[in-house]
């Protein structure tokens, strides 16, 4: 049976952390740690230096996709419910995608509705990573781009080549 | 490694391994309780969090959470039961004799320690209790009652703690607490010595009730 705590690995256990100053819950420190000493290929996650619930997130377009050469800017805010709340998360690079939208909200639904705690921020990282992948025209965000992508996808694959090449280059 | 390889003993210590930390506060777990459905494990506090939160079931499988395991719920524990973590968590606790947590920061309380020294006696262990609704004391998850016993050692006035994914601020200066979003629902804190602990009802830890083992009466 597929159990999401299988894949949690070792944690920490000998950092040394103050937790005084920020009353920052211990999960999001040792998210924090693991996500600085063991990074997810082609992603980074680097916590605001005043605030350690605010991240600014780099995702490299995979390889096999449309946004292959790009590197995407993205912020990830936990709230104060987390994990009992879904992180926020927000591309700040523009990008033509259909389940992303102008504003750079994302349509998955493991930030919405499917969101489970134990889910963090590498699944969640790992599932937009996906996303840029494999897009899903079917649920759409960005309606525009979901009909070009449904009705000419190769014209479709073009304009995100093209954006990803105006926009997406660090 | 390859799990064919290992003998089953192997294999067990393995999933107890992976098994330990909580898949919410990803600690290890305090009062580990299973969802009676899928039997997958949580902390007690966690589990009963993520009920409150209606976030669609198990966060692993999302199978349904019987929600009668929080009504009165009791576990045998041992009321006085330190972190886990440094000793192995024993599940028959009474063999598990009170083990020393981290000394009282030295800089803070000189006096106390200068006491304790000329009495021969390390400094001993406090606990942090909350009132019951109707009656006697619940003691505070040990997790959060290190987080306030910290915040108390650095004299600060106020803290804040998350219980069951829910803020609470613990006003240390007036031995109350109350949740961050209802400032009328207050109820009392105490901070007590091993001795006083004995001398009071305490009910359980956390909202759960010490089935045995502890002091003062299980009873509801």
Partial sequence: MFTLSAHFPPVFAHVHFCRMASQLPRRIIKETQRLLADPVPGISANPDESNARYFHVMIAGPDDSPFAGGVFKLELFLPEEYPMAAPKVRFMTKIYHPNIDKLGRICLDILKDKWSPALQIRTVLLSIQALLSAPNPEDPLATDVAEQWKTNEAEAIKTAKQWTLSYAQA | ?220
């Avoid at chain 2, 576990?75 to 083990?99: F, H, I, W, Y």
Wanted: aromatic share 6%; proline share 7%.
């Fill in chain 2, 1 to 220: 490694m390859n799990s064919k390889n290992m003998t089953p003993r192997r294999q067990m210590a393995v999933n107890a391994a992976i098994d330990k930390d909580c898949p919410v506060c990803h600690c290890e777990m305090v009062l580990p309780t299973a969802i009676p459905a899928c039997g997958h494990k949580f902390c007690f506090l966690c589990l009963k969090g993520v009920s409150m939160a209606h976030l669609g079931g198990c966060p692993i499988c999302r199978g349904p959470i019987d929600e009668k395991i929080f009504k009165k719920p009791k576990q045998n524990l041992d009321l006085k039961m330190d972190m886990p973590g440094s000793p192995a968590p024993s599940t028959s606790n009474s063999a598990e004799k009170e083990v020393k947590q981290e000394p009282v920061d030295e800089d803070v309380k000189p006096d106390v320690n200068a006491l304790n020294a000329a009495l021969n006696t390390a400094p001993s262990k406090m606990y942090w209790l909350y009132q019951g609704r109707h009656r006697g004391w619940w003691r505070f998850d040990p997790r959060v009652e290190k987080d306030i016993e910290e915040a108390y050692n650095h004299r600060m006035p106020i803290t804040e703690v998350t219980i069951c994914g829910q803020a609470y601020v613990i006003d240390i200066a007036k031995m109350t607490q109350y949740p961050k979003n209802n400032k009328g629902a207050g109820r009392d804190v105490k901070r007590v010595d091993s001795n006083e602990f004995d001398t009071l009802d305490v009910k359980g830890l956390a909202g759960v009730f010490a089935a045995s083992g502890g002091a003062g009466s299980s009873s509801t």
